[in-house]
Structure formats: structure tokens, C-alpha cells
């Protein structure tokens, strides 16, 4: 990697941007990033990381060998408009934009571009995201080593098909929130049969990180792994036969086609408004 220039600073590039430094993936100095006119966002960015940021096209682009589209999807077209002249065919072009094709990207690029459309989550704040992504027929062998160092940054990544990262939003992309619905849950429990909530929270947390690494390591399945915690007549059975009569798994599985279906459609809504959008 010679140079990443990242177009968009909120959160998603500014995880990127810690992953990368962190890591020591890249230089510095040859980390470079820009916004539509939140200056004082670049400023903070450039103390923080050391990193570069200018709003001169020329110098942004010059040399830039990968290119990250990180802003907001709504803006995708205006920013693609302003930014396709220095878009060349020797780059890589990886999208975080959650909703835009690969191929809407090309249209609105008006030329043929090596692009890799990922699906990250808010994890890769802390490194540990579970990333899906996806890539054109353009991007070569020495592309796709490169984008999966960058993702290794920020965590796991995973190559799929793009029609399949509608699936992966409704479970990995969205998942941290069900997570966090279940800690809520177990924290509001936890005060109801008298435990302090600083405590409990401790416990939850050191569960959910103890279980996962379970079945990470684990040459059982998930559901071998519950059975063995699940003594006949003890406190667990008790536990999921609550959770069972609750429907709590059902609830998980419709929870999980759901927000796969609205990704799905949030994302052909979104290419038909930016398609209708396109500048001249």
C-alpha cells in the first residue's frame, strides 16, 4: 500500500483510520482524509492520529493507490460527481456505504473501477468488527491481499457474494444492537433478584465474552454447548424453559429477517433515489 485516501470522516473511517495506525499497517504521513466542509473534524483527526487531511483534490488523490468511500450513503452521488476525475481504473475502491451496489457505484462513476463493497459494524471502533465484504471481477489477487489487511485492523473479515450482504447486515451488521438489547435485558434482571448493576454488569460481560469464546474454540456446535450447561431438574433447565415458552429463539430468527428484508430494501430504494439524482 502506498497511500489510502479516505473520503468521509465520521466514525466508520475514523475506526479505520485508529485500526491502520494502530497497527502499523501503513505509514502515517501517507494516510490521508477528507469531508464535505467539517474542517474542524480533519483538525481533530490530524492531532489525533497524525494522519494528513486537505480539501485539494489534486493532492488528496496523488499517488493514492486505495481509495475509501466512507460518507454518509444520501451523499454518495454528489460526492462520487466530485471526486470520479480522479477516480482511475488502477485504484482500489473499497465502499463502506451501507444500501449503495457495486455497480450503482460504476454508474455513478461513469467508468469501470476495481471496488470491494464491505459490510463492517460499530465493533471496529474497538478492533473487533465482523466484516463482510464483497468484490467486483476487477479486483486482482494483489487487491484482495490488501483489503484484507486492512479489514484485519478492525477485526474479522469474511468474503461473500454481494447479494449476500443484505443477510449479513440483518446478523453481523446489526447485530451489536441485539447483543446489547440481550444486556440490557440480563442488567435489568439482575437488579430484580438483588444484584448491584455496576456488578452485574461485570458478570454479563465476562459471560457473553466467555461463552463466545466457547464456541470459537469449541469443536462443538452451539447448541451441544448449551446442553451441557443444561442439567435436568437445575437452574438453566429452569432458565431456557422460560426462554422456550417465550418463543425468545423465534424471536431472534424473525428479528433477523426482518432487518435483512429492510436492508434490502433501504438499499434498492437508495440506488433508484441516487440513480434519479445523478449529475449530468
Known amino acids: 500500500m502506498n497511500k489510502i485516501a479516505i473520503v468521509g470522516a465520521g466514525s466508520m473511517a475514523e475506526a479505520f483510520i485508529s485500526g491502520i495506525v494502530e497497527n502499523d499497517l501503513i505509514d502515517k504521513k501517507n ?6 466542509s467539517n474542517a474542524e473534524k480533519l483538525s481533530s483527526l490530524r492531532e489525533r492520529y497524525g494522519i494528513k487531511s486537505t480539501y485539494d ?37 473499497i465502499s463502506v456505504l451501507a444500501g449503495v451496489s457495486m455497480n450503482a457505484i460504476e454508474t455513478l462513476a461513469k467508468k469501470p473501477l476495481s471496488i470491494v463493497r464491505a459490510m463492517p459494524n460499530t465493533s471496529a471502533t474497538v478492533g473487533k468488527s465482523a466484516t463482510a465484504v464483497a ?16 479489514f484485519g485492523t478492525v477485526g474479522l473479515t469474511t468474503f461473500v457474494e454481494e447479494e449476500q450482504l ?7 451488521g446489526s447485530g451489536p444492537a441485539y447483543i446489547y438489547y440481550l444486556i440490557e435485558a440480563m442488567e435489568n434482571s439482575a437488579v430484580e433478584v438483588g444484584l448491584e448493576k455496576q456488578m452485574a454488569q461485570e458478570l454479563i460481560v465476562q459471560t457473553l465474552i466467555g461463552a463466545a469464546e466457547m464456541v470459537k474454540k469449541s469443536t ?34 424473525a428479528c433477523i429477517k426482518a432487518a435483512t428484508a429492510q436492508s434490502k430494501k433501504m438499499g434498492e430504494a437508495l440506488c433508484s433515489q441516487l440513480a434519479a439524482e445523478q449529475p449530468s
Open 31 to 36: 494516510i490521508w482524509v477528507t469531508n464535505n
Open 220 to 253: 462443538k456446535t452451539s447448541e451441544q454447548l448449551r446442553r451441557d450447561v443444561t442439567s435436568p431438574g437445575g437452574t438453566t433447565e429452569a432458565g431456557i424453559k422460560i426462554l422456550e415458552e417465550k418463543g425468545v429463539q423465534e424471536a431472534f430468527i
Open 166 to 172: 443484505d443477510a449479513v447486515t440483518g446478523l453481523s
Open 57 to 93: 483534490l489534486n493532492e488528496f488523490f496523488d499517488g493514492a493507490d486505495i481509495v475509501v468511500l466512507a460518507m454518509k450513503p444520501k451523499d454518495a452521488a454528489s460526492a462520487i460527481h466530485q471526486v470520479r476525475g480522479h477516480l482511475t481504473e488502477q485504484m482500489l475502491l
Open 135 to 150: 468484490v467486483n471481477t476487477r479486483v486482482s489477487e494483489d487487491q484482495i491481499k490488501k483489503t484484507k489487511k486492512l
